[in-house]
């Protein structure tokens, strides 16, 4: 076991502050990363406050892990000490059930280890990426290129995913008419990602103010959904629309948007339940789907699909005694796009 | 024009009764057909009694007919007169948008013109089959065997028509697992179809009393919905449920029924929007869907397979002075399954 510098949150309600716990020291099959970079997500601040409950305390957040591997256990394949790596938001799974048989790993039907806010096989809270190292089993660790900044890498592990995966489950390309909804650390990755694989993207979104970064991030075009008439305008119009929407909203009038047979898929999660009225899906045959990141295989390949393509979140670098006001900030949507912990400030 | 005998609402409270209107004359495309039976549909009700909005009155409400045709204009090619025919939700359409050209009429893109409570091109108000005759374009006219009762197809002109479409449209058949959700007009129809496509069937219901009944139309199994055990149990079960419920109910507890990847398919729609929690969703990429009728094609297409594998409604036929007494039954579920008027009972 060695100690390990973080930053945690003791209880929902105070801030997170300093903490310094023990890791397991790596087994056969374990990567030990000396973490570099971790971003921060939406859901860290939900679980920190425990607005999902069941959260475990101390909790020591993140899940857009990117570092490099300082020490590998003996049986260890694909994974040589000094190899960029990454973690995402889990860190095991059961492995035999069929979704883990078929690389969809975060649908696990006895539930992902997730890689905070989690237990593990023993019954040990996780403990995540605000910290200097993690140990993770090498099937649970992802190649990382050296070909990019690794500061925009890291929320690659979760937005990137997250919105990677639903694009390409529903075969988003070339032809189709994409609406992103939202454009904060999701959306812009949901942008960047629909531009890159053909569609023609539209941004939607409350304020005005973030057209030119909509454009910028290669959306074609650009709809500010309080204004009823490009509401009305835009009845009927996309075949996929990828909400990122975590606040409380209302579905409907995003379905209504759809063209016939449209899907809405769902990545953000409301506090409480949107309504659906089942006219807006019956009456153009629209579907309203959620998803869920990625499986480790999928994660890869988004991964490498980055390297490739030159891919990369946009982030805003802080030092983790800057993670309390980053929440406030992100949860203002005064980022543009992500914050990323730069884990040297932690030492 | 000729006066037609026919029941109708003259505003949203008070009971149907005896009504005489005009219908034309066949223009070159129309068919003239005399009316012998037609079924009573759970939206006539909403829609006699304005829950839905905009009705038009007097309303002849009835989109589930079958008859005899009696006159056809001087360009039909599809009828002769002594055929049977049948008319289902609605009996025009643009005929140019997408959906149109695709055979989908029902999503028309300016909206099907509804065999009653619509407007035709002309402005005037449509008048439905609780009448002695109905004038329509062929275009819109289905054949209908003489193999089959025919009182017990009339109901397939909707409700059976409903319930295929979407069972054929997310290619429902061997292997997969399938709940029918509600077991009244539609759901009878689409335990029906289901079991005949190849599926496993089960029938999700809060009354125990039906599992006999649900067995005998060809499910293989059934649940009762209020109890927790059971609903535990089927946690993850599903790849397709299809609801039928048009009451107010929430869709979650259905939706945590369905598998990864698993569709469920609402074709009734409740007077009030219901909630959908995102977790449902994306925990398991579960998706739900709305289906509205099936074009004209996909409805003879229908009517073509239930008359090879000798598939109808399970009816009860009743005289015209019986509806409003059957559309309060209908509301307790008190029917097994269908209310078919024999419009000789009007002449």
Redesign the interface.
């Known amino acids: 076991m060695t100690a390990v510098k973080a930053y945690a949150a003791q209880n929902a309600t105070t801030p997170l502050a300093p903490f310094i716990f023990e890791r397991r020291d790596p087994l056969p099959t374990d990567v030990q990363i000396e973490i570099l970079y971790c971003g921060v997500c939406h859901s860290d601040v939900h679980q920190v406050r425990n607005e999902w409950g069941g959260s475990i305390y101390p909790m020591v957040p993140g899940h857009e892990i990117v570092g490099r591997v300082t020490k590998v256990g003996g049986e260890v394949k694909n994974f040589t000490v000094g190899d960029l790596a990454g973690v995402g938001c889990f860190v095991d799974s059961c492995r035999t059930c069929?979704?883990c048989l078929a690389n969809?790993e975060q649908?696990c039907?006895t539930g992902m280890v997730g890689t905070y806010n989690g237990r593990d096989k023993e019954g040990n809270p996780t403990y995540g990426g605000y910290s200097t190292r993690i140990v993770v089993d090498e099937k649970y660790c992802l190649h990382i290129s050296e070909a990019l900044p690794i500061e925009g890498v890291a929320p690659l592990l979760c937005a990137g995913i997250t919105t990677y995966s639903p694009l390409r489950?529903w075969k988003i390309g070339k032809g189709h008419k994409v609406a992103v909804v939202g454009l904060g650390g999701l959306g812009h990755m949901a942008v960047k990602f629909a531009a890159s694989f053909g569609a023609d993207v539209t941004v939607l979104s409350t304020s005005k103010s973030k057209e030119q970064d909509a454009l910028n991030l290669g959306a074609h075009h650009f709809a500010v959904t309080t204004d009823p008439e490009t509401m009305k305008n835009l009845q009927?119009h996309f075949d996929f629309i990828l909400s990122t929407i975590s606040a409380r909203h209302d579905?409907?009038p995003y379905l209504n948007l759809l063209t016939?047979n449209g899907?809405m898929v769902?990545?953000?999660?409301?506090p409480q339940?949107?309504?659906?009225?089942?006219?807006?899906?019956?009456?153009?045959?629209?579907?309203?789907?959620?998803?869920?990141i990625g499986g480790i295989k999928e994660t890869q390949e988004m991964l490498d699909y980055c390297a490739e393509n030159g891919i990369v979140s946009d982030v805003e670098v802080i030092k983790a005694s800057e993670v309390n006001e980053a929440y406030e900030r992100m949860l203002k949507g005064d980022v543009r796009y992500r914050f990323v912990i730069d884990i040297a400030s932690l030492k």
């Open positions: 069929p979704s969809e649908y039907d489950h009927g579905y409907n016939l899907t769902v990545v953000g999660v409301p339940p949107s309504v659906v009225n089942a006219f807006s899906l019956i009456g153009k045959r629209r579907s309203i789907a959620g998803s869920l």
